[in-house]
């Protein structure tokens, strides 16, 4: 129990980090060139996106192995498709395992969604509907894969872009029903509350404030397109103004919860994204300051 308490004491104060692209391999194995600011990266830990580990050998695990000796790491899958009405992936769950006992991540996370039903995989992370029943359905399934994998797992919040004629509860009272019956922990996308914010009309603080501080060990900055009709969730853009706005409400309701930079396509060089992280460090590091100065 103590050393539980140890683990997650470490955890929350992780700091700031990056989702490990293939673009970036040999920068980050490398360190910064005479050409970049800083002396060293200033990147606390990596999360990988799980599934692009689950090979037998070969470039990817070479350089995960080697990356994994020196930073703490993360794993964020796609494919755990815990809202769906499909047996749980025994297979899936067997090689999420065992990466993970391979990379010993902080945490292991997937997405309030489904990918796939009758055994069809989709590939895209759908919206759940979110009712008393699917709450019921996805706690007893997060359960199930807790007890598998021995460890807690997180869940994020997705952007969606149409919702269920019968959801009778809102996107953030679902969230905090499941985390609270399955007892998992929550992976927050800020960005992801925002996309929903504009494409749902709802108020972003409103969904923050429903969330259980205690439950959100993880938080995710992205950028995001507009189609004109329906803001986008592209990973594909900087961070913007309106979602920065919205991580500084986060962090004075969460505190200084791990939070990383998600960028998926349009992957820059890595001295924008450390840019990026810097300036979110320095949003949490302001607003705790000015807690530190109010309460003196
Ligand atoms: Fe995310």
Redesign the pocket.
């Known amino acids: 129990m103590r050393r539980d308490l140890h683990t997650a004491a470490a955890n929350a104060a992780l700091g700031f980090g990056l989702g490990l692209r293939t673009d970036h391999y040999e920068a980050i194995l490398n360190g910064p060139t005479a050409d970049d600011a800083c002396a060293e990266w200033p990147i606390d830990w990596l999360e990988i996106l799980s599934e692009n580990y689950m090979v037998g050998g070969g470039k990817p695990l070479h350089y995960l192995d080697r990356i994994a000796e020196r930073y703490p790491m993360v794993m964020h899958g796609v494919s755990l498709s815990i809202g769906s009405t499909d047996p749980l992936d025994r297979a899936y769950l067997i090689q999420l395992k065992a990466l993970a006992e391979r990379v010993q991540p902080r945490f292991i996370s997937d997405h309030f969604c489904w990918t796939g039903v009758a055994g069809r995989n989709l590939h895209d992370l759908l919206p759940l509907p979110h009712t008393d029943e699917a709450v019921r359905h996805i706690a007893r399934r997060v359960r199930e894969v807790q007890d598998f994998l021995g460890r807690q797992i997180l869940l994020?919040n997705i952007s969606s872009y149409l919702s269920f004629k019968h959801s009778a509860l809102p996107e953030w009272e679902f969230i905090r029903a499941v985390a609270e019956e399955a007892d998992c922990g929550l992976?927050l996308?800020v960005?992801?509350i925002y996309v929903n914010s504009c494409n749902h009309g709802f108020d972003p603080q409103t969904f923050i404030d429903a969330i259980p501080v205690e439950r959100v060990q993880q938080i995710?900055l992205?950028g995001h397109s507009h189609n004109g009709k329906l803001v986008i969730d592209t990973h594909d853009h900087p961070v913007p103004d309106p979602v920065w706005a919205l991580y500084a409400i986060a962090v004075q309701r969460f505190g200084t919860v791990p939070t990383m930079i998600?960028r998926d396509d349009h992957i820059p060089l890595l001295p924008e994204l450390l840019a990026e992280l810097a300036h979110a460090r320095g949003i949490a590091t302001t607003i705790k300051h000015a807690e530190v100065e109010a309460s003196a």
Do not use: G, I, T, V
């Open positions: 994020e992976l996308d960005n992801n995710h992205a998600e």
